[in-house]
Nanobody
Framework: VQLQAFGGGLVQTGGSLTLSCAAS????????MAWFRQAPGKEREFVTA????????FYADSVKGRFTISRDNAKNTGYLQMNSLKPEDTAVYYC????????????????????WGQGTLVTVSS
């Protein structure tokens, strides 16, 4: 599976941005998709995940109510809509894919993901 994240950029506090993650190489709906982020000097952290069908989503408390994850399996693309952005959202955002079986909990750590995109930088100015 190859993942490519794009859509990052510079936005002011309170603004919005939508990231996309284009997938190729394997049937898109065969894996869980997630977004992680990594700020300078910090560890990579979980942001949100969505199940294969798109029926279930999971969010970090820090983004709940502001970010929305979605996917379009027909287009092999996942999305992260980010609203009400804050300076602390500044980070490199990575999309990731997991082949973990549906009988297991949706992973929320980097170790639970098998494939990663290259990352896209989001900068929120104050």
């Amino acid at each position: 599976v190859q993942l490519q994240a794009f859509g990052g950029g510079l936005v002011q506090t309170g603004g919005s941005l939508t990231l996309s993650c284009a997938a190729s190489g394997r049937t898109f709906d065969s894996y869980i998709m997630a977004w992680f982020r990594q700020a300078p000097g910090k560890e990579r952290e979980f942001v949100t995940a969505i199940t294969r069908s798109g029926l279930s989503t999971f969010y970090a408390d820090s983004v709940k109510g502001r970010f929305t994850i979605s996917r379009d399996n027909a287009k092999n693309t996942g999305y992260l809509q980010m609203n009400s952005l804050k300076p602390e959202d500044t980070a490199v955002y990575y999309c990731a894919a997991s082949l973990r079986g549906s009988r297991y909990p949706t992973p929320m750590t980097p170790a639970g993901y098998d494939y990663w995109g290259q990352g896209t930088l989001v900068t929120v100015s104050s």
